[in-house]
């Protein structure tokens, strides 16, 4: 692996140079530095004059091999959506995922995500992609048993097999955990099975939970009068490294175990908003209980775009808008859940452009209309300017974008076009 330097690049609003080598942010000193550093091998130098460094983002809930999906379920309410689109995933298969994910990394890199996690079948596919591409995923076997013994066995035993597989061959950029899909398309036996199993590996449990208002209705009738969060307290299963995509639908007591528990709570505003699942995400509440609050896009069957910009900009929208107060999430805080948090949450030491941190890094064109004003750089990346500013992207030391090229795009497109047929 090269040494990058980045040169004349503003960071916290300071003029740097910045020293990446073996993944890592090794220096950053004032401007000028560079020309004083002795670096052996090969050294990839960019001029970064006009631009600015932002951590990489952090995905923390997307299906994306979803993203050839777009517009199939359109003005559908959420029952009636997602049983269209399991219809849909009837057709798929690992060469499908394989070619879908990739164009998912392409729209990723491109908008600034560096890591994602991912909830979706045939995900040794979806690992051979994201390594490919240079992105960091986070993703592992899916149980959905939809309360068949005979496929809870069968899920059980292809689980243990592909864990053992994983975990003896751990990599940095594949963060190996488990999914299951939510509490009313798995049965309970397999819920406390899979919490248990990732426990016992040390691994994170990525599932939906009270993304709907009929999910904690029908729950309350199934189970005694409990939410989903109430009930899968009961049965055991929250804790710090539970990653609940949605937590939408929550009571007073639920804000307070999830808190309690420490888990890692994911905001998808665009799909949840696109749905009419609902908008009055309990940010502040959740933040002041003690959860871990981060951003996700969902999959672009619902929320059409993997840009995590539009999410942050969406997320705050929404916060002042519903609470009727323009303080209700101040722009450090919305960047800490697109990067900081979901970094926390997956174990990576990432989300901060200091010494020592993973090297994922977004550069920022402020060259254009968006920024001419003089007001805080974040105020006018989140509210003014668009995805397109990113000019380069670093993951893990490495440039997966560069001047806004990507390798191989045409040809993954050409074959996504392909495999489209698949579920057409």
């Known amino acids: 692996m090269s ?5 004349d690049i503003t960071i916290d609003g300071i003029c740097r140079d910045v020293l990446i080598r073996a993944g890592l942010i090794e220096k950053i000193e004032p401007s000028g530095s560079s020309v ?3 670096i052996a091998g090969d050294v990839e130098i960019m001029d970064c004059s006009g631009k600015v460094a932002i951590p990489g983002f952090v995905n923390m809930h997307v299906h994306a091999a979803m ?10 309410v959420f029952n009636d959506w997602i049983t269209k689109i399991w219809d849909v995933e009837k057709n798929i298969d690992s060469e499908y995922v394989y070619w879908a994910t990739k164009v998912a990394c392409i729209e990723m890199i491109r908008t600034g995500t560096t890591t994602f996690n991912d909830h979706y079948w045939y995900f040794d596919a979806s690992v ?3 390594r490919e591409m240079g992105l960091r995923i986070a993703t592992g076997y899916e149980i959905m048993d939809k309360g ?3 496929e809870a066995e069968r899920q059980k035993l292809q689980c243990q097999e592909k864990t053992a597989k994983y975990l003896a061959s751990p990599s940095e950029m594949h963060l190996y955990q488990l999914a299951f899909h939510a509490i009313y398309s798995v049965s309970e036996e397999m819920m406390i099975w899979a ?5 016992k590996h040390k691994i994170n449990l990525h599932i939906h939970l009270s993304e709907t208002r009929k999910e904690v209705e029908d729950c309350k009738a199934a189970h005694g009068g409990l939410s989903p969060v109430e009930y899968l307290d009961r049965l055991g299963i929250l804790s710090d490294n539970i990653i609940a995509a949605h937590t939408l639908w929550l009571s007073p007591n639920d804000v307070r175990l999830l808190g309690e528990r420490g888990v890692n709570c994911v905001h998808n505003v665009n799909s949840n908003t696109k749905l009419a699942s609902g908008y009055r995400f309990l940010y502040k509440e959740l933040k002041d209980a003690g959860a871990n609050v981060c951003l996700g896009t969902d999959g672009c069957a619902s929320s059409n775009n993997l840009d995590m910009l539009e999410v942050m900009k969406t997320s705050a929208l929404f916060q002042k808008a519903w609470r009727d107060d323009p303080s209700a999430l101040p722009l450090p ?8 948090n979901g970094a926390k949450a997956l174990g990576i030491q990432s989300g901060r452009l200091v010494e020592g941190a993973v090297a994922d890094i977004n550069i920022v064109d402020t060259d254009n209309t968006f920024f001419l004003s003089n007001s805080p750089f974040l105020a006018n990346l989140v509210y003014s300017a668009h995805s397109d500013c990113i000019d380069s992207v670093i993951c893990a030391g490495r440039f997966v974008m560069r001047n806004r090229q990507i390798p191989e795009e045409k040809e993954i497109l050409t074959q996504a076009k392909r495999v489209l047929a698949k579920i057409a």
Not at 3 to 7: A, C, E, R
């Open 3 to 7: 040494s990058i330097i980045l040169k």
């Open 36 to 38: 004083l550093w002795d």
């Open 67 to 76: 993203s050839l999906m777009r517009g199939l379920g359109e003005d559908m």
């Open 128 to 130: 051979r992609a994201a």
């Open 148 to 150: 068949s013994l005979a």
């Open 195 to 199: 919490a248990e199993f990732a426990r």
């Open 333 to 340: 805080e919305l960047m800490d859940m697109a990067t900081l």
